[in-house]
């Protein structure tokens, strides 16, 4: 039997209610900044490259790790790596403007931000900033839009292409489930045997950062990078040399989302969300169906 035009339009309204209720029902990412929220203090000048925080990292997070002594192969510097798929955080290294001085060697996770962009860009709050200042992810909410990715401006977030079922947004969860939600330390700091790494409440690390470029000028540049980048982020670096020679993204002091909430909430307000907008596409494929049932029904 046909579909009257009616029906159709019940179908749509139904399924534009359930999409959008749904997406209310969800949107909602915690995003906590506490004032005793918690961060990772990295020293350039005493990290040797020794990769021993990405093997941690990756038995941490049960990713293939190989064998702890494949981490000596320093051949893997001749190229910048990212943080990916397989593995959440890197350790790269650098030319030193020092010419008497060893390269500089340091690792790379996200930055876990006070303001993150990537929770800001989230339209079903599957990112949230949790209160010891860890960003995590939760797969129960991810629809797969990967606009985190694009949000991030420091381009962390990585996502399984290769796997069709159930794909995962991967990145440094400041070991939030088994240990900085416990109390326990992340397991690349714990495992760092120069204390390059070091894990505290972040205004403590600020001062401590601080107190080292003053008592050491000859050793520091005088610049704590994350400490007001994008309105501030729990990771924060000191190094012996401006960051910019090491390929830190110059960014400013305003947090992402105050530039990308807007734009989301504008398109949000006179478009249609994109959950409600594949209710539409179903709506349609569905009317078109029963309109061939009903056409071959009368022949």
């Not at 990405?54 to 997070?61: D, F, R």
């Not at 629809?143 to 796997?163: D, L, S, T």
């Not at 070091?198 to 600020?206: F, N, Q, S």
């Amino acid at each position: 039997m046909g579909t009257s035009r009616r029906d159709f339009l019940k179908f749509v309204a139904a399924g534009t209610l359930t999409a959008t209720g749904v997406k209310k029902a969800n949107a909602s990412p915690k995003n906590i900044l506490s004032d005793d929220r918690m961060g990772v203090l990295v020293d350039a000048t005493a990290c040797i490259g020794c990769r021993q925080c990405e093997y941690a990292c990756k038995v941490e997070h049960g990713l293939p790790a190989g064998n702890i002594e494949d981490y000596e192969d320093r051949s893997v510097f001749e190229h910048e790596r990212r943080p990916d798929v397989t593995a959440l955080t890197v350790v790269n290294e650098y030319p030193n403007v020092h010419k008497d001085e060893p390269p500089v060697t340091f690792k790379v996770q996200c930055m876990h931000c006070d303001h993150p962009a990537c929770v800001s860009a989230c339209i079903v709050g599957a990112f949230s900033k949790q209160e010891n200042g860890a960003v995590i992810w939760d797969q129960s909410r991810c629809i797969g839009c990967r606009y985190c990715m694009v949000a991030c401006p420091f381009q962390i977030p990585a996502f399984e292409y290769n796997k069709a079922l159930e794909p995962r947004i991967m990145k440094c969860d400041l070991c939030y489930d088994n240990r900085t939600s416990k109390g326990r330390l992340p397991a690349c700091v714990e495992a760092c045997p120069t204390e390059a790494l070091t894990y505290g409440k972040r205004y403590e690390l600020v001062e401590l950062a601080h107190e080292k470029i003053k008592n050491n000028p000859d050793r520091y540049f005088d610049h704590v990078y994350g400490e007001h980048e994008v309105g501030g982020t729990s990771w924060l670096y000191i190094s012996g040399q401006d960051f910019s020679t090491l390929h830190f993204p110059k960014l400013g002091t305003e947090p992402i989302p105050s530039t990308t909430e807007p734009i989301q909430h504008a398109l949000f307000k006179f478009f249609v969300p994109p959950v409600a907008l594949y209710a539409l596409l179903g709506g349609i494929m569905w009317l078109g169906k029963n309109k061939e049932e009903s056409e071959e029904e009368e022949e």
